[in-house]
């Protein structure tokens, strides 16, 4: 999965993903620091690609069981003034 970041949206190429490996990498776009990070439904974080400079490229792996999870972006306010999009992760 490859996600896009700028100010204040989170632009994730896929909103379902097959249970298991997810790769994904945060492409900033933006002219701020952004990070991307999997949270899941009950609010723990999973992975995370740590923070992404502007024109930078982070990367983050993770195993995820069916269900639905967050992506967001945690650098400061960021996630409330946008940056969060839910996926769907589903059963093989
Ligand atoms: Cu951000």
């Known amino acids: 999965m ?3 970041a700028r100010e204040h949206r989170l632009a994730p190429s896929r909103r379902t993903v097959p249970a298991g490996r ?3 990498q945060l492409r ?3 002219e ?3 990070d991307l990070v999997v949270r899941d439904a009950a609010g723990r974080v999973r992975a995370t690609t740590g923070v992404v400079r ?3 490229l982070g990367r983050l792996t993770v195993r995820l069981a069916a269900g639905r999870y967050d992506l967001v972006c945690t650098v400061g306010g960021h996630e409330a003034l946008g940056m969060r999009v839910a996926i769907r992760v589903t059963r093989r």
Do not use: R, T
Request: charged letters at 15%; glycine letters at 20%.
């Open 28 to 30: 900033n776009i933006g």
């Open 54 to 56: 502007p024109g930078g």
């Open 22 to 24: 997810l790769i994904a």
């Open 2 to 4: 490859l996600v896009f």
């Open 32 to 34: 701020d620091d952004h």
